[in-house]
């Protein structure tokens, strides 16, 4: 019988980083992303783009295309798409491919002219978005999300991203601020959604035996687990609790051994504000209504007992449309101590989590740099 | 009168008695025929015991609003309904949730609640199409 701890920490993160600009990039298509940040992250492995024989992404380019842009030939190939999560479920099925040794060194990549829309491929509806929810104006994301959300509301936010040199928004909010923006779907102000950038992330992973060959210290992949509920928010079983955060956060914590109140650092898929609140409360950190509270206590910022997105997240640093690679970068910084004046003290375990979807598709990293 | 939001489409085989019964001015449902669980959306397998006996019921029409939002823009050039307009999560009776629009009421946050009592409102788009949209029992 397989057991899940068989897994932990058997693989590294060895290469992080994102494509060379990030933010409005009418100049740049979407492949020319992906390419950036690999090469960026393969060069912070120490390692060479020739090293590569897994090749892991998402969204509209097929991991084909992506080795092919790269100039590798792939041994072993990963497109598995259920939303911006899906980067995060990636680490573990390239922990899996790497433990099994169908390749040697893989790398997870993320590009998307999310902004500008250069090189992209159009949209199609199936038949359930298209049939049942366009015709009363249901479409793009604040349109289901907000279905989710009743008051959902961060006291302060951005602290973590005036720390950021990377961070597309910087300037300090206040909740007043976000409250007389301007009102887009109620519950929603323009401040309560995510940006919309162009831009790539890519990380790379090795087995942990090959990884002290490497430029930076590894990062550990204790514990990792996905899980999928709904994609039409018809379907949802509680619209106030996401079951796929539920199931993927206790796979990933038994596989580490730790329990959600083991972490010194979390990241959270922020497309929404919203959101957070009902992770952590699905993830078992906060109990059930208490999410947002936790934030309210500004527990989560600088300085908190809990630091929480602290590269200014998807509503402040970078959001793409399929956001997932990013959380995965930030932790992996924080972990290895690149974290500069926004740096975790003594941090040695990080929770990564994302949603894909409206809370559909979920994926958790337990990351620690011991192994 | 000009068609002021997104016809259906695909319109998807498996779905016709539903868009069948709306043209009559009823709300079909898709039911079990053996383990007799109501859903949505229509499927040709029951999404609880996966057997392919698919019946179908006629939804009395009643429901409560789950959940709602209200759009201050529309976010399909094709639906021009004039904002605000309350786009809404109903729960039937019957047990499923579908996604329509509520009408008939103030698109404002203090007037809305969820939970309130809904009805539908059948709202004839074209000779082929017809929606269920919803608004407060009175």
Not at chain 1, 222 to 237: A, C, F, I, P, W
Not at chain 1, 251 to 274: E, I, N
């Amino acid at each position: 019988m397989a057991n899940l701890r068989d897994l932990s920490s058997v693989a590294c993160i060895v290469g992080v980083d994102e494509s060379d600009e990030m933010g409005t990039l009418p100049h740049k298509s979407q492949l020319s992303l992906h390419v950036e940040a690999v090469t960026n992250a393969v060069r912070d492995a120490g390692l060479k783009v020739s090293d590569i024989d897994g090749v892991f992404t998402a969204g509209q380019h097929s991991p084909a295309t992506i080795g092919e842009a790269l100039g590798i030939t792939a041994r072993h190939v990963d497109g598995t798409t259920v939303g911006g999560c899906s980067f995060i479920i990636m680490v573990g099925h390239a922990v899996a491919a790497l433990h099994h040794g169908l390749c040697d060194v893989a790398v997870i990549s993320h590009g998307e002219s999310g902004r500008s829309q250069v090189g992209v491929s159009p949209r199609r509806d199936t038949a359930i978005p298209g049939q049942y929810e366009a015709p009363f104006g249901f479409g793009p994301a604040p349109t289901m999300f907000g279905l989710i959300t009743t008051r959902h509301m961060h006291r302060y936010t951005r602290q973590w991203a005036a720390l950021n040199p990377k961070a597309l928004r910087r300037e300090p909010i206040t909740v007043a601020d976000v409250l007389k923006a301007r009102p887009v779907v109620y519950p929603f102000t323009v401040l309560n959604i995510c940006l919309v950038t162009d831009a790539g992330g890519a990380v790379v992973l090795t087995r942990a035996d090959r990884a002290k060959d490497c430029a930076k210290k590894p990062v550990y992949v204790r514990g990792l687990g996905e899980g999928t509920e709904h994609v039409s928010l018809t379907q949802m079983k509680d619209l106030t609790f996401s079951e796929a955060t539920r199931i993927s956060g206790e796979k990933a914590f038994r596989m580490a051994g730790v329990g959600p109140g083991d972490f010194q650092h979390v990241m959270l898929y922020d497309a929404f504000t919203s959101g957070p609140p009902i992770m952590l409360e699905s993830l078992g950190i906060a109990k059930r209504g208490e999410g947002v509270r936790f934030f309210e206590e500004g527990r989560s910022t600088p300085g908190g007992s809990l630091p929480i997105n602290t590269n200014g997240g998807g509503l402040s640093y970078t959001h793409t449309g399929m956001y997932g690679i990013f959380p995965i970068i930030e932790a992996a910084r924080q972990l290895r101590g690149e974290g500069g004046p926004r740096q975790v003290p003594g941090l040695r375990t990080s929770l990564v989590n994302g949603m894909g979807g409206m809370l559909s598709a979920a994926g958790t990293l337990v990351l620690s740099n011991e192994r | 009168m000009e068609i002021d939001r997104p016809l259906p489409n695909p319109m998807t085989p498996e779905a016709k008695p539903y868009w069948d019964g709306l043209r009559e001015q009823k709300l079909m449902l898709p039911k079990c025929g053996a383990c007799g669980h109501v859903f949505w959306y229509p499927r040709v397998a029951c999404p609880r015991c996966h057997t392919r006996n698919i019946g179908w019921i006629q939804s009395k029409g009643r429901g409560t609003l789950h959940a709602f939002e209200i759009g201050y823009q529309s976010f399909n050039k094709a639906f021009k309904v004039p904002p605000p307009y309350v786009l809404a999560m109903v729960e039937l009776a019957e047990g499923p949730r579908m996604l329509s629009n509520l009408i008939n009421v103030e698109a404002d946050p203090k007037t809305l609640r969820c939970d309130m009592p809904v009805e539908v409102v059948f709202t004839k788009l074209t000779d082929e199409v017809t929606l269920p949209l919803f608004q407060p029992v009175r």
